[in-house]
């Protein structure tokens, strides 16, 4: 919330004469604590920071850097920045930057193109994930084409100026999540893809697990992404340093077509271009649609996003589907039983390779065991009666899997997997305390502890104590309480958001680092929106089923009060029914969707084709031109305009830090 400045100004000033503090509380950033500097030179002293081979891995097999500090897009906007992370490239430790953090923020900043062995190369550091690329017979086969055409076009050039010029005769999207997907259009044309010279193989789910699975929930998501990838904060040793899979996300243009080769099975194998890709299946491990596979030509185990160089979520902070520890740790066993004898060398979605067969092999058997101890261990304390805060405080990994760096958390955390794991099996609604059974809004309860405790000014000398000791998660609890009893305290702000920095300082996550930080500049300056992938391209090729589905969560309850509308729609050259058919029923403020299906007596008919419907779900023409461009059919234009004024526009601007 941003404030009048008249009364910033009378904070201000109020908090300008208080002797509270002992430090100055400004809406600046601040160096890192004497605490802070202490909590992360422990973790020099726990890690073999002495251990050089993922930096040998890293840039083994280097060829070529892309020859521009930046990449743009065609109206000259810079959409990925090589430069921008440059300053962690340092070999003294930032004071600012958790160290373990720090390391792969340095790992992640190797950009360019690699040999992984002959006929196997990839382009990393060009976005959030890494573009890998086989020799077929006459083309390149290329896995994960990044978030952004502009981006994935840079990097398929980089390999045909480096390595050899072929036309790509197959794209292979190993999941469902749009950073290895988005930049299709980058590697491919539409012309040969709808020429069938291109093969496009995904696994089983993946076209509508792409488009639709951040659909009902995806405002939240997209703020939340916002926080998680730190939108907001700027590159910098007291900024965003990395996100833990990669630097950040590119902004430029995103992209989908649907496969045209769907694989389902375990055991499935498919010749791509004269290679022969040996698939398994990893369904609702990292993503809900997502395959490894193994290339016997190259000895390479292609292990998707489901083992990479780092603990990965179990639940995303973004938000998403809690996903099944246990089953996670069960394909990573399948694929060391399958695999990991045979392999040479392992890549994967992020990061870099792995090779020999006897570190995959040790990488795989530790990664598995990191997954399910957590899962394990969380069911235990579980089973003892522990809470999920309580469990999340108490589990730590042996260190014979804490002390690999590829089982550090760097992108998920054992602490959040471990309310993931409760969350799956139990609910993290509440604990089963019936205390928390029904607690009181964020701000009701915050100004009763305001209150109770004596007021915000005493709440803030408690929390500028704390802040004083170093103990920065209760300096954060008291403030939070303070902000959202009224978000107009400056005071409290500006504090809070100085205790949420060191907190981010002290995170080894990128995302959780990401998350405080944003949290912090939010709480001094208010919300700004910060450039983001281009996600349009998705939202066109979302099915009208998905997309009817969608607005039941728009419907404002009041203004649907007492409404009973039957809406048929009739979409020509539909590709998603043979019929085409549709229908909507707003009856009780809830609105169901339905396919395939026409009522027989509806009061209102609407008709219109697939390009017609995608302008009303991307609002590029409103509906009264619509209608006079004869594109759009409508029995009754005035009823349709009242069922229509039911639902809410989503705002992106609401508060995540404050009310």
Not at 174 to 198: E, L, M, P, Q
Not at 477 to 485: E, G, K, P
Request: overall charge negative.
């Amino acid at each position: 919330m941003l404030l009048r400045k008249t009364a910033l100004s009378l904070i201000v000033a109020s908090f300008c004469a208080s002797a509270i503090a002992t430090t100055e509380i400004t809406p600046d950033a601040k160096p890192a604590s004497k605490f802070t500097k202490e909590k992360n030179g422990a973790l020099l002293n726990y890690l073999d920071f002495q251990n050089k081979e993922d930096f040998d891995a890293a840039t083994k097999g280097f060829i070529a850097k892309w020859p521009d500090k930046n990449i743009k897009d065609a109206k000259g906007n810079v959409v990925w920045d090589f430069e921008a992370f440059a300053f962690v490239d340092t070999d003294k430790n930032i004071d600012t930057i958790n160290p373990s953090l720090q390391r792969t923020a340095k790992l992640n900043n190797q950009d360019g193109l690699f040999k992984v062995v002959d006929g196997v190369y990839q382009v990393r550091g060009f976005d959030l994930s890494v573009m890998t690329f086989f020799r077929g017979k006459s083309g390149w086969i290329v896995v994960d084409p990044l978030v952004s055409e502009e981006t994935a076009a840079a990097g398929l050039k980089l390999v045909n100026d480096n390595v050899e010029k072929l036309p790509v005769t197959a794209v292979i999207f190993t999941h469902s999540h749009v950073d290895h997907f988005g930049g299709i259009w980058g590697v491919t044309s539409k012309a040969d893809y709808d020429n069938g010279k291109v093969a496009v193989v995904a696994p089983e789910g993946f076209f509508e697990h792409s488009i639709s699975e951040n659909v009902l929930a995806g405002n939240l998501m997209s703020r939340r992404a916002g926080f998680m990838y730190g939108n907001m904060a700027a590159a910098s040793p007291t900024g965003k340093v990395d996100g833990g899979l990669g630097k950040t996300t590119s902004t430029g243009s995103l992209g989908i077509v649907e496969p045209t080769l769907i694989v389902s099975k375990t055991g499935e194998k498919h010749d791509l271009d004269g290679i022969e890709f040996d698939f398994q299946m990893a369904q609702a491990s990292e993503a809900p649609a997502e395959f490894i596979a193994y290339i016997p030509k190259y000895k390479t185990l292609l292990a998707s996003e489901v083992m990479t160089h780092t603990i990965h979520n179990i639940s995303t902070l973004r938000g998403a589907q809690t996903r099944d520890a246990s089953k996670w740790a069960a394909y990573v066993d399948e694929s060391l039983e399958l695999f990991a004898a045979k392999s040479d060398v392992m890549v994967a979605s992020h990061h870099w390779p792995t090779w020999g067969a006897d570190k995959i092999t040790d990488q795989l058997s530790k990664t598995r065991d990191m997954y399910k101890y957590v899962h394990d261990q969380t069911l235990r304390l579980a089973n003892e009666g522990y809470t999920p805060n309580e469990i999340s405080a108490t589990i730590k990994l042996p260190d014979s899997l804490d002390k690999e760096w590829y089982n550090r958390g760097y992108y998920g955390s054992v602490s959040h997997n471990s309310r993931a794991t409760y969350d799956f099996y139990f609910g993290a609604w509440w604990d089963g305390n019936p205390a928390n059974l029904n607690p009181l809004p964020p701000s009701e309860e915050g100004a009763n502890y305001v209150k109770a405790i004596g007021g915000a000014d005493k709440v803030i000398a408690i929390a500028q104590e704390a802040i004083n000791n170093g103990e920065y998660r209760w300096a954060v609890t008291l403030l939070n309480n303070v902000v959202f009893s009224d978000p107009e305290n400056m005071k409290a702000r500006y504090l809070e958001a100085d205790a949420m920095e060191q907190l981010g300082y002290q995170a080894e996550s990128g995302p959780w680092r990401n998350y405080y930080l944003v949290g912090s500049t939010e709480l001094r300056n208010g919300y700004k929106s910060s450039p983001a992938p281009d996600t349009l391209a998705i939202a066109k090729n979302m099915p009208v089923y998905s997309a009817l589905q969608s607005l039941a969560v728009h419907v404002n309850p009041e203004k649907a009060n007492g409404m009973m509308t039957r809406v048929n729609i009739q979409v020509s050259n539909d590709k998603s029914t043979k019929s085409g058919k549709y229908a909507m029923l707003l009856s009780n403020s809830v609105l169901k969707s339905y396919q395939d299906r026409n009522f027989e007596k509806a009061d209102i008919t609407v008709e219109l084709d697939p390009a017609t419907f995608t302008s009303l779900v991307i609002k590029d023409k409103s509906i009264d031109d619509l209608v006079k461009a004869g594109k759009l059919k409508i029995s009754d234009q005035a009823k349709f305009a009242e069922f229509m004024g039911v639902f809410d526009t989503f705002k992106t601007d609401f508060g995540i830090v404050t009310p």
